[in-house]
């Protein structure tokens, strides 16, 4: 008889990620600099696909210390929106003191919890973005559903997401440097840095999802 994959504790994979996050964002604030010095293009290449303008209600799926966000906050002015959302407390705590930081970012709202289950008001957003974040939902299927939802009509959603581990071998070794150094135990199956490698199985995906034109 063929074998039947067993089917993954979603309650279980959010606390183990929220956890993890938790215990990283301190080092995560602290490097920021050097990172955004690589992850700003990436940044600047999403809210070009996405298209965002001055006046555009924007999500950030996954914002954790605040980019895209604070980036897009300044990009639709004062008469757009930005809500960002992270499973993480720490990660949210940082990224709204960096929004204070920033002093002239008002427009910006960050929010704690997973996308798919934080209230979203059905066709409320422009666009929608995540730099590196949709692959860790514990439901993958239920987030992109959401996220079809709170987009209008023509809104667009422009995602960055990890290729195979032989292409990026320094995420591949950063993830398990971090691991061992904060003795975290093991992940558990399902989502994961490399869980969107395959463009083809992503593609079928967000079609399942409602997407168009992907």
């Known amino acids: 008889m063929p074998m039947v994959a067993p089917a993954l504790d979603v309650r279980a ?20 600099p050097q990172f955004e010095r690589g992850g700003a293009a990436v940044t600047a290449r999403l809210l070009e696909l996405g298209g965002v303008a001055s006046g555009m209600s924007v999500l950030d799926i996954g914002s954790g210390v605040g980019e895209p966000a604070l980036t897009a906050a300044r990009a639709v002015g004062p008469n757009g929106r930005v809500i960002g959302v992270d499973i993480s407390p720490s990660m949210v705590e940082a990224a709204r003191a960096a929004a204070g930081a920033a002093g002239e970012v008002d ?45 209008r009509p023509r809104g667009v959603l422009a995602a960055a997401v990890w290729c195979e581990p032989e292409r990026v071998p320094m995420i591949s070794l950063a993830f398990r440097v971090i691991s061992r150094e904060l003795e975290l135990d093991p ?17 079928a995906e967000l079609e399942e999802a409602g997407f168009g034109n992907v």
Request: glycine residues 8%; charged residues 25%; without cysteine.
């Open 13 to 32: 994979i959010r606390e183990q990620q929220r956890t993890i996050w938790d215990d990283v964002s301190a080092g995560w604030s602290r490097w920021r």
């Open 107 to 151: 427009n910006v709202e960050f929010v704690v919890g997973a996308v798919e289950r934080t209230p979203l008001r059905a066709r409320s957003f422009d666009v929608a973005l995540s730099r590196f974040g949709l692959m860790f939902a514990a439901d993958r299927r239920e987030l992109l559903g959401k996220v079809a939802r709170v987009l």
């Open 187 to 203: 992940p558990l199956p399902g989502p994961g840095p490399f869980a969107m490698a395959d463009a083809a199985a992503v593609a």
